[in-house]
């Protein structure tokens, strides 16, 4: 195994078992580990810390498999690091629940591997050297673990170039069926998973959507960034008097109309707006119409830290609007899937756009990613979802 030598005290955040090692951080390489290779991290002064994998394109240079000294890193402890991921979501899998999240990157120990299901279906991404490294035995891996008919890939997330890695898409493991179905809560949604965002769905938002659905009675919905319609369908299953749903992607609206449709709902609670949300809410402020509930789940507005201050103006406008179109006594569910964002800094963005749009506002619940999207202790970079929940005075 090549040995790599840390600057003296750079040791200190993998004594923490924290999964990550800066290129910064390197004082030394011996040889020329290939990408995806894996190597010994040493301390300065000559103490094994972990045994890694080696990304040389990256700034995140090594990404930690074990801090065990006698763990061998082999087929075995890949598929066993699988099999653990898949085994703890046993209990979120049930008659009225087809899908989860089986694989979360770094917190299933597995830095950089993502997988979901869609009932008899897994999805794929690898998004680091040593996940491209041992894909054959992740595959073969999950197959087993899961008894699934097929295993699609989608690495073709951006983050891939930064590993230096092209994107992969396709069939990694048997036949896809001609329509994949997932239930949640019991409610039915059609997922792409070739031509979807990411995997095909947005599984983090799970138990978010249980809880609007099970305030959604009477209300007037708005749905913005909707996608293929899941708080939609959540909220009308939930006794929505309508909704009003808006995403800027025509496939997904098309989908959600669908995930309505076969869930035996009448469209005619929905109205359905291919337009992009800040726009679209200043011209819904200006019609002066109003809502008793609004969701605002938009993408990841800040990708790096060097993002959040835009990002931060970005998640204010939004919101500040949105608050402005609430009715006294409505809810506002808003989401920040940026890892930058901090929680706190949300709450502050949150209350900043009350301040401006004059609302009496008070925040009645928190959210954040499912039980099946695990943060690891060590590991706090994996808590990127969170979201709150805040009601306009009477
Ligand atoms: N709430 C959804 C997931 C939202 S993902 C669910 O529960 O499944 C974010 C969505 O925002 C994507 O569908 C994307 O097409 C859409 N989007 C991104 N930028 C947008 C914009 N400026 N206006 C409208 N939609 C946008």
Redo the contacts with the bound molecule.
């Keep these: 195994m090549h040995r790599v030598t840390l600057q003296p005290g750079r040791e200190k955040s993998l004594r923490q078992k924290h999964p990550w090692v800066f290129s910064g951080a390197i004082a030394a390489v011996e040889g020329a580990p290939a990408a995806g290779e894996t190597v010994a991290i040493y301390s300065a002064d000559g103490a094994f810390l972990a045994s890694a994998a080696w990304s040389p394109a990256s700034a995140i240079r090594a990404r930690i498999w074990s801090f065990d000294a006698r763990q061998a890193i082999d087929d075995a402890f890949i598929a066993g690091r699988v099999r653990a991921a898949v085994a703890a979501r046993a209990p979120m899998l049930d008659a009225t629940h087809t899908g989860c999240r089986l694989v979360h990157a770094e917190s299933d120990g597995l830095p950089g591997v993502i997988a979901d299901r869609y009932g008899e279906v897994v999805v794929m991404q690898l998004h680091s050297a040593g996940g491209e490294a041992w894909r054959g035995s992740i595959v073969s891996a999950l197959v087993e673990a899961t008894g699934c008919a097929a295993v699609y890939e989608r690495s073709d997330a951006e983050v891939r170039a930064l590993e230096g890695m092209p994107s992969r898409t396709g069939i990694a493991a048997g036949v896809l069926p001609a329509r994949i179905i997932l239930l949640e809560d019991g409610l039915r949604y059609d997922i792409d998973v070739i031509a979807g ?1 990411k995997t095909g ?2 599984l983090d ?1 799970r138990q978010n ?1 249980h809880r609007i659905r099970a305030v959604a009675a009477g209300r007037d919905v708005l ?9 939609t369908v959540a909220a009308l299953a939930g006794g929505a008097r309508s909704v009003l749903a ?4 025509a496939d ?1 609206l098309t989908r959600a109309r669908q995930n309505v449709a076969q869930n035996g709902i009448d469209d005619a609670r929905c109205e359905w707006r291919d ?4 726009a ?1 809410l200043r011209k819904i402020r200006d019609g002066a119409k109003s809502f008793d509930m609004i ?1 605002l ?3 990841k507005f800040a990708p790096t830290a060097r993002h959040i201050d835009k990002a931060a103006r970005a998640y204010k406008d939004i919101n500040l609007l949105a608050l402005k179109l609430l009715r006294p006594g409505g809810l506002l569910a808003t ?1 920040s899937c940026s890892g930058g964002v901090t929680a706190d800094l949300f709450q502050k963005i949150v209350a900043g756009a009350a301040l401006d749009a004059g609302a009496d506002a008070a925040i009645i619940g928190r959210f954040s990613a499912s039980a099946d999207h695990p943060v690891a202790l060590e590991f706090p970079e994996g808590d990127y979802l969170k979201g709150l929940l805040v009601r306009k005075k009477a």
Aim: hydrophobic fraction near 40%.
């Design positions: 965002q769905f947005f938002q959507r749905d913005c960034f909707c996608y293929t319609g899941g708080f808006i995403d800027s992607s997904a337009a992009d949300v800040f679209e969701v789940d938009p993408p989401f």
